[in-house]
Nanobody
Framework: VQLQACGGGLVQAGGSLRLSCAAS????????VGWFRQAPGKEREFVAA????????YYADSVEGRFTISGDNAKNTVYLQMNSLKPEDTAVYYC?????????????????WGQGTLVTVSS
């Protein structure tokens, strides 16, 4: 599976962005698709994930209520809608996919990764 992430950019605090993660080579199938982010000098951290079978969603506490992850089976794409953005959301955002049982928030559990897309939130 090849993943292509896009949608990053520069936005003012309080604004919104929508990131997209498109799969090629094969469909997401029953994979878990997650978004992670990495700010300069910090470790990669979990943001959100969706279990394609059943569309169960998971969120980090820091984004719960502001971000929404969703999927479009017809387009083989997963989205991350980000609202009420804060300067601390500034990071490179990565999408990833894998056949996970436990460890949704553990980036080492994901096999396929897209290139990052930069999100910059100005104050």
């Amino acid at each position: 599976v090849q993943l292509q992430a896009c949608g990053g950019g520069l936005v003012q605090a309080g604004g919104s962005l929508r990131l997209s993660c498109a799969a090629s080579g094969r469909s997401f199938g029953n994979y878990v698709v997650g978004w992670f982010r990495q700010a300069p000098g910090k470790e990669r951290e979990f943001v959100a994930a969706i279990r394609r079978s059943g569309s169960v969603t998971y969120y980090a506490d820091s984004v719960e209520g502001r971000f929404t992850i969703s999927g479009d089976n017809a387009k083989n794409t997963v989205y991350l809608q980000m609202n009420s953005l804060k300067p601390e959301d500034t990071a490179v955002y990565y999408c990833a996919a894998g056949s996970l049982g436990l460890g949704i928030q553990d980036h080492s559990k994901y096999v396929y990764w897209g290139q990052g897309t930069l999100v910059t939130v100005s104050s």
